[in-house]
């Protein structure tokens, strides 16, 4: 199984709304990632984490919540999201975190989220 | 100042009109390059991994190559299907740096 699945595909959510994105692999791959992609953009690094620990937060707002459950699963929580927030959200994974020798990174297909 | 450039930002070939794609980077340390396909509004599909200077990989009718200084994805023969956005990321081993991009049309 090469793949990176997230759901859900499309959310459209309120400022007030608290809503949360799934990411899941089972490539046994030890680092895993959310991005952000606005349109005509390459991916913004949000978060990584690492054996299942928060390794790099790149100055997100708190509005943004990622969650590590275990080494398969990864959650972004939002909350009282600004309409300049809407993008497609990215989460991918690596077999080996950041200095290992083995860094492609394997995308899922995003969510297009929509902040009204 | 940018890690990573690509160019063109835009590129439109007859199909079977072969060009090239170039990704430049000036970090230190490079420990990785990759090449991404990304469609619009879906997640970049991982194409290659280039660590050393002369190193080439091939995948269909894309080759990608890797110097000191920057990498070149050479397309031969596309096909509208080759549509895409070709995405280019550099790893020093802290951290990834993605270029813009370059928008390939492929017209029939």
């Known amino acids: 199984d090469t793949e990176v699945t997230q759901t859900p595909k499309h959310l459209v959510m309120g400022m007030t709304n608290k809503k949360s994105l799934k990411c899941e692999q089972h490539m046994g791959h030890r680092a895993m990632y959310w991005y952000k992609q606005k349109a005509k953009k390459p991916p913004e690094l949000m978060f990584v984490y690492s054996y299942e620990k928060l390794s790099i937060n790149e100055s997100v707002p708190s509005r943004f919540s990622p969650e590590c459950p275990n080494s398969s699963l990864l959650n972004l929580h939002l909350h009282a999201l600004q309409p300049e927030d809407s993008a497609l959200y990215l989460c991918?994974?690596?077999?080996?975190?950041?200095?290992?020798?083995?860094?492609?990174?394997?995308f899922g297909p995003g969510t297009r989220l929509t902040v009204l | 100042e940018d890690q990573v450039t690509q160019s063109p930002e835009a590129l439109r070939l007859q199909e079977g009109e072969s060009s090239s794609l170039n990704c430049s980077y000036t970090?230190?340390?490079?420990?990785?390059l990759f090449w991404y396909r990304q469609d619009p509004g879906k997640g970049p599909e991982f194409l290659f991994t280039l660590y050393s200077a002369g190193e080439e990989k091939e995948k269909e009718r894309l080759k990608a190559t890797l110097t000191k200084k920057e990498s070149f994805l050479h397309i031969t023969a596309p096909k509208p299907e080759d549509s895409a956005t070709y995405l280019c990321?550099?790893?020093?081993?802290?951290?990834?740096?993605f270029g813009t991009g370059t928008s390939l049309t492929v017209i029939p």
């Open positions: 970090v230190s340390g490079l420990r990785g």
């Open positions: 990321a550099v790893y020093d081993g802290n951290q990834f740096y």
């Open positions: 991918a994974s690596s077999q080996e975190p950041s200095g290992g020798a083995y860094n492609e990174q394997f």
